[in-house]
């Protein structure tokens, strides 16, 4: 059965209260669906606090833009995130805290925002999760942290940590062309940070794991990816995390810091512009996109302006609102929200649509092309062909010496072979890495597997790693969240009573890695039988090399408490699979009557986020 049956009637306009009951009902501040966790009043105190990205991006627009579309900035607005957050954190009966969301919205647990609400009762800066003063706040380095890092709180005119030092700001602030706030003088002036605090952790790669190498209370290694390119051949040569991931093309690093960086003013105001210098790329890009509605992500300052999260959500932007398309044929009696009801405020919102798709787009091909940079397909053996079948080997490598691949989250990053063979009139004869109805590859995770309504996938080459859990006696399970199942009504997350440095291994859970080590590869090997042949040939074999955001079983094993948005599980489960990126694809004719068989390499055409 399909576990993620949708339940809403096609055409209906979603409604604007928030979906996460569950998680309301277990907040500590007590907040309902209705009545916003922060009030008015108490919000504009609070926001005064944190400079929001938007201030920020008044002078730093290039790097707004490219911030506002990044996963750092939809940390905390994903309907995945929050739902499995407060999934792992039921399960362990609360004790689990903030462990999660510390990441997501560092802000917004500093301000002491309750850990469970909907994004639409939260705090603007608190929505903009990973947000520039998340990063240009800190001046410690607290090393290996798990973030749980203190940042300074000030307005828009406190002061901001930078790799480079004061000098460019001090210069500004004399030239009447920028008009800069001082310390003596702020009114009718640009509102700016009067200090820059030279702080030149911001350029390293210990800065990136404060947050990137995750562990849990109990000793758990969750995340580890700062570890890995520690001990990588990439830091042993001084190529630090920003060097490929801040740079002009995601994933690769050209070997000279003067070509790898983009070049360009770092301040904008007023048409006057700061000097020219080294300028880091701040999009990001990594496994991670939006499912969500685009008139709510990317953040975008004319999009807030114009209407709240519940009337965007009221916009059915896929239907063609705002169109000329629809609008020249819509019936007189067809339903609008009174918000939507006017047509010139469709156009308008369609304007602003069209802009929020253009940047996603864009990034979704930044995201493509920094996963084709981690993942590779460097060759495929045919070891048989013939009338007795078809044998042949695919090898994978990790194409980047900076950590293995997946990296981070390993456990929940689905990168997998597709490969299938059909008949010349098109049957399918032998088939590898297809989703079942739900989403996902045939794994032991696959519901439809699970169940035995599907075989398990024989063949799979998956380099999605798994979380293997300790059971009651001892023994151990694999599993999609890393919480044991437990005969205890009250299982806890708490510290180890184990030494895990004695024991070299946390006694509650661990990970089963499956990923590419730096300079590594791994083989899919394939047989297409004698048997399935058909008789009509030849045959046409194709092999893809995909990768996921998260795998659907996710989906469905943190469904339980809801989604944000008032998004289904059918809905985000949609949204994730059709965004699974094509890395690689390669095509051969497959004939019995011949030995030799030439796989040629298909170009991958420029990613998308709606189709």
């Keep these: 059965m399909d576990v993620m049956q949708e339940t809403r009637p096609p055409h209906t306009v979603r409604t604007a209260a928030p979906a996460v009951m569950t998680l309301l ?133 406190a002061p901001v940590a930078g790799p480079t030092g004061p000098e460019e700001l001090e210069r500004a602030k004399q030239d009447p062309a920028f008009n800069l706030a001082t310390e003596d003088e702020r009114t009718r002036r640009r509102a700016v940070h009067l200090e820059v605090e030279p702080f030149f952790e911001l350029a390293e790669s210990g800065f990136c794991g404060m947050c990137h ?145 253009g940047r996603l787009d864009a990034y979704m091909e930044q995201r493509r092309v920094v996963l084709a940079n981690g993942y590779q397909i460097e060759g495929i053996v045919t070891e048989e062909a013939g009338e007795d079948g078809f044998d042949f080997r695919v090898k994978v490598i990790n194409a980047t010496d900076g950590h293995s691949v997946p990296t981070g989250f390993i456990a929940e990053r689905l990168v997998y072979l597709q490969v299938t063979v059909l008949d010349a009139v098109g049957d399918t004869v032998f088939k590898s890495g297809d989703l079942d109805p739900n989403g996902d590859v045939r794994d032991s995770h696959s519901v439809y597997v699970h169940n035995g309504l599907l075989p398990k996938d024989p063949n799979l080459l998956s380099l999605q790693s798994k979380f293997i859990t300790r059971n009651l006696r001892g023994t151990e399970r694999e599993q999609v969240l890393a919480v044991n199942h437990s005969l205890d009504p009250l299982p806890f997350e708490r510290p180890s009573t184990i030494s895990s440095v004695l024991t070299g291994r946390q006694p509650g859970a661990r990970t089963h890695r499956m990923n590419i080590e730096p300079g590594g590869h791994r083989w899919g090997t394939y047989e297409v039988d004698r048997d399935a042949l058909t008789g009509h040939g030849p045959y046409r074999a194709t092999v893809r090399l995909l990768a996921g955001m998260v795998p659907v079983n996710l989906v469905h094993a943190i469904s339980g408490v809801g989604f944000d948005y008032g998004m289904s599980a059918r809905e985000v489960a949609d949204a994730i699979t059709e965004r699974h990126a094509l890395l690689a694809e390669y095509v051969a004719v497959l004939d019995p009557r011949r030995d030799d068989v030439e796989w040629i390499e298909r170009e991958i055409p420029p990613a998308r986020w709606h189709r």
């Excluded at 070997?255 to 880091?280: H, Q, S, V």
Aim: with cysteine; proline share 6%; charged share 25%.
């Design 25 to 157: 009902v277990l907040s500590s501040a007590g907040s309902s669906a209705q009545e916003p966790a922060v009030d008015a009043r108490h919000a504009e105190v609070m926001e005064a606090s944190y400079p929001s990205a938007a201030e920020c991006g008044e002078c730093h627009p290039t790097h707004y833009q490219q911030w506002s579309v990044s996963p750092h900035a939809y940390a905390q607005l994903s309907p995945v995130f929050n739902s499995m957050q407060a999934t792992i954190t039921k399960l362990t009966n609360g004790t689990n805290g903030d462990f999660c969301i510390r990441c997501h919205t560092p802000i917004g647990m500093s301000r002491g925002e309750p850990i469970f609400t909907s994004n639409m009762n939260r705090s603007e800066v608190s929505r903009e999760g990973i947000t520039c003063a998340v990063c240009h706040r800190v001046n410690e380095a607290y090393g290996k942290f798990s973030a749980r890092i203190a940042i300074d709180e000030g307005g828009i005119y």
């Design 213 to 357: 190498d995750v562990n849990s209370t109990g000793g758990f290694r969750l995340e580890e990816a700062f570890s890995e390119y520690k001990s990588s051949p990439a830091s042993a040569r001084g190529v630090s995390c920003q060097d490929c991931h801040m740079g002009v093309t995601p994933g690769e690093f050209t070997g000279d810091p003067a070509t790898n960086y983009a070049r360009g003013p770092a301040a904008e105001i007023r048409g006057a512009e700061t000097r020219t210098r080294k300028l880091t790329d701040h999009r990001f890009a990594g496994p991670d996109h939006s499912i969500i509605h685009p008139g709510v992500f990317p953040h975008n300052p004319e999009a807030k302006e114009f209407a709240t999260i519940a009337e965007w959500l009221q916009f059915d932007w896929e239907a063609g609102w705002g169109t000329d398309e629809f609008e020249d044929d819509v019936p007189d009696d067809y339903y609008f929200p009174d918000r939507w009801a006017d047509y010139t405020d469709r156009l308008d919102a369609r304007f602003i649509i069209e802009d929020q798709l």
